[in-house]
């Protein structure tokens, strides 16, 4: 699936070939970027692109930004219209991936705090088909990174090489993805997106204290779980062992939307397959980011 031919970069659109930063920029050398992925979906009824939850995906770059003491932050409007100008630019009408990177593009020192650079693209995607099939994971040897290491918290480009080893080992072993544990031991989220798990009828998913990304798609699936299946939902900490009590498993997460997990250590999660609660939320999910019902329209920004 390749990248859509037009880009933005620094304040214009230009072509995929042209989108370049020089090779001795802070953010190659140091890892100092920041990224958002995100999507939009299309809705044929309508006619209409809807990037879901723009606003909150600019506004977690920002504090990211922030986090990693950027010198220059672009205001939240500009940001916003990057997203649009590349979905116009590419004539996009398709549900579509986009990358965001916030990048210090300055040839520096270590402790470079500027300039600051922004580059979107976009990829037509829709979802992987494991979002039907459900996805079997292992217990990666990768351990989570900690709060007081690196900020998992934010989306740094440098955190990814601990998910990429979680990921890369997953796939060695046969597996199609990878859960990560804490320093203590505890659930943390997987290679690449969080975590939820049903037992006894309620919803659990590992607190923001598991070294877990603020993610906007976990908000998302805890707003429904609450408002329109009527379930309680935990936020704590979950032990290793207490994976075998599940009886539903899924991941979520903008790339990954709402998957469920059927295995984890070839275990079987409850019967070893998709269950109701992973796909009345899947359901919930998939109405609202396609414009499919009324409720949240400040969830989705329109394109056209």
């Known amino acids: 699936m390749p990248t859509e031919p037009k880009m933005y970069l620094n304040g214009r659109i230009v072509d995929y070939a042209d989108c370049r930063i020089h090779a ?31 606003r909150e995906h600019m506004e977690r770059i920002r504090y990211g930004m922030k986090a990693m003491r950027y010198a220059d932050i672009p205001p939240l409007e500009e940001l916003e219209r990057a997203i649009v100008e590349v979905s116009r630019a590419n004539a996009i009408r398709a549900t579509t991936h986009y990358r965001m990177i916030a990048f210090l593009d ?60 979680a990921e890369l080992e997953a796939r060695a072993g046969g597996y199609d993805g990878a859960l990560m544990l804490t320093q203590e031991g505890k659930l943390s989220e997987a290679s690449g997106a969080c975590v939820f798990m049903v037992r006894n009828g309620r919803l659990v998913t590992p607190d923001l204290g598991s070294d877990i990304l603020e993610s906007i798609t976990r908000d998302t699936v805890i707003e429904l779980a609450r408002t329109k299946l009527g379930l309680q939902v935990e936020e704590r900490r979950i032990d290793r062992s207490e994976i075998a009590a599940a009886d539903e498993m ?48 400040g969830w989705l920004t329109p394109v056209w």
């Open 106 to 165: 300055g040839d520096d020192e270590l402790a470079t705090t500027g300039p600051t650079g922004i580059v979107v693209g976009a990829v037509v995607r829709g979802s992987s088909p494991k979002v039907e099939t459900g996805m079997a994971a292992m217990i990666s040897s990768y351990v989570r990174i900690a709060d007081n290491a690196m900020p998992p918290r934010v989306k740094c480009t440098a955190n990814y090489v601990n998910n990429r080893a």
């Open 24 to 54: 001795f920029a802070s953010v190659v050398k140091y890892g100092t970027g920041v990224f958002e992925g995100l999507r939009a979906y299309w809705n044929g009824d309508a006619k209409q692109l809807h990037v879901f939850r723009l």
């Open 250 to 297: 899924f991941a979520c997460g903008s790339g990954w939307e709402v998957m469920p997990i059927n295995s984890v250590a070839r275990m079987d999660v409850g019967d070893g397959k998709p269950g109701p609660v992973t796909r009345t939320l899947q359901k919930a999910y998939f109405d609202v980011v396609h414009g499919r019902t009324n409720t949240h329209p």
